[in-house]
C-alpha cells in the first residue's frame, strides 16, 4: 500500500515440509504485510493440476490474495475465500458435498504508522512479544482437534476406524463449530480481525500448528507458554529443531498425539 512505517523491521522465517509428499503450508513476506497458511487437503485426498493437493492450492491461493495488500485484511479475506471456491469450482467440485472441499488457515498482519492490523482463522496463530519479557497471543480459541487426540492416545495411537470417523466427524465441523477458508460463505463468520498498539512490541511471530511444541496430553485450549519461553531463549530456528527432533524420537506416533511425525510449519518471526 506505499505506507512508509516508524520502525525498523528484521524478519526471519521458515517454510518447511513434513511428513507428506508436499509442502501444504505457505507465507507471504512483504514491505508491511506478512501472513502463514496452512492447507488442509479434503478427506478423499485427490490431487489436481501438477500433482498438488487441495490444501496446498488453498493455502497458495490465500496467500496470494492477501499477497496484494490493497484491501483492509478482512476485505482481503473475504477475497481469498472467494477465489479458493472459484478454484474448486473450475475443478468441478460440488461445494455441497463439503468433505471433498479443500481448505486453509491464516495469520496475518499488517504493520501501520498507527499500530498492528491482524487477521486470523483456524490453526495459524499471532503472538506479540513485549519488552518486558511477557507475551501475548492474539485470538485465543479452543483446539479442535482435542477431542479426536485425546480418543487416539486412548486408542493407544492406532489409526482404526473409530479414529477415521471422529476425523471425518471434525472436518464436517469447518465453519459450523471452527473456522477456515474454504470457499463457504459461512467461514466469514469465524474469522477474527482487529487492530493492536505496537507500543513495547520487540517482536511478532506468526506460525502455524506445526510450530506447537509436542505434548504427551491434549489440551481444550491451545496454550503457547512452552513455545514462547523456547522462542525467547532460542529464536525461531531453535524453536524449530528442538520439534524435530522431540519428533524423531517418537517416530511411530507412541508418546505424542497428533496426526503425523513431522507437521509442515511456516511461520515468520517479525523483530520491531
Not at 500500500?1 to 526471519?12: A, H, Q, R, V
Not at 504485510?33 to 488442509?40: P, R, T, W, Y
Not at 492450492?57 to 482481503?76: G, V, Y
Request: net charge neutral; glycine share 8%; charged share 25%.
Amino acid at each position: 500500500m506505499g505506507i512508509k512505517i516508524n520502525y525498523k523491521i528484521k524478519t526471519e522465517h521458515i517454510l518447511e515440509k513434513g511428513s507428506g509428499q508436499l509442502n501444504e503450508d505457505s507465507l507471504v513476506i512483504g514491505d508491511t504485510l506478512f501472513g502463514v497458511f496452512d492447507g488442509a487437503t479434503s478427506l478423499d485426498t485427490h490431487s489436481f493440476e501438477g500433482g498438488q493437493t487441495g490444501g496446498m492450492i488453498a493455502s497458495h491461493t490465500a496467500s496470494h490474495e492477501f499477497s496484494k495488500n490493497h484491501f483492509p485484511l478482512d476485505q482481503l479475506g473475504i477475497r481469498a475465500n472467494q477465489a479458493i471456491r472459484t478454484k474448486m469450482i473450475d475443478q468441478n467440485l460440488d461445494m455441497r458435498d463439503r468433505h471433498r472441499l479443500w481448505s486453509t488457515s491464516a495469520a496475518v498482519i499488517r504493520i501501520e504508522k498507527a499500530g498492528l492490523e491482524w487477521f486470523q482463522t483456524g490453526d495459524a496463530h499471532i503472538i506479540l512479544f513485549y519488552n518486558d519479557g511477557s507475551f501475548r497471543a492474539l485470538a485465543d480459541r479452543k483446539d479442535h482437534d482435542y477431542e479426536t487426540l485425546t480418543m487416539l492416545k486412548a486408542e493407544k495411537f492406532k489409526f482404526n476406524a473409530a479414529i477415521k470417523d471422529q476425523i471425518k466427524k471434525v472436518r464436517f465441523q469447518m465453519n459450523r463449530s471452527y473456522g477456515v477458508l474454504n470457499g463457504e460463505p459461512e467461514a466469514l463468520d469465524f474469522t477474527q480481525n482487529g487492530f493492536e498498539s505496537l507500543e513495547d512490541v520487540t517482536c511478532i511471530l506468526l506460525f502455524t500448528d506445526g510450530l506447537q511444541l509436542p505434548s504427551t496430553t491434549p489440551a481444550q485450549k491451545k496454550s503457547f507458554g512452552r513455545l514462547a519461553e523456547k522462542f525467547q531463549k532460542d529464536g525461531l530456528i531453535g524453536v524449530k529443531e528442538s520439534i524435530r527432533k522431540i519428533e524423531s524420537q517418537d517416530p511411530d506416533i507412541r508418546r505424542y498425539p497428533r496426526f503425523k511425525c513431522h507437521d509442515d510449519i511456516a511461520a515468520i518471526a517479525i523483530h520491531l
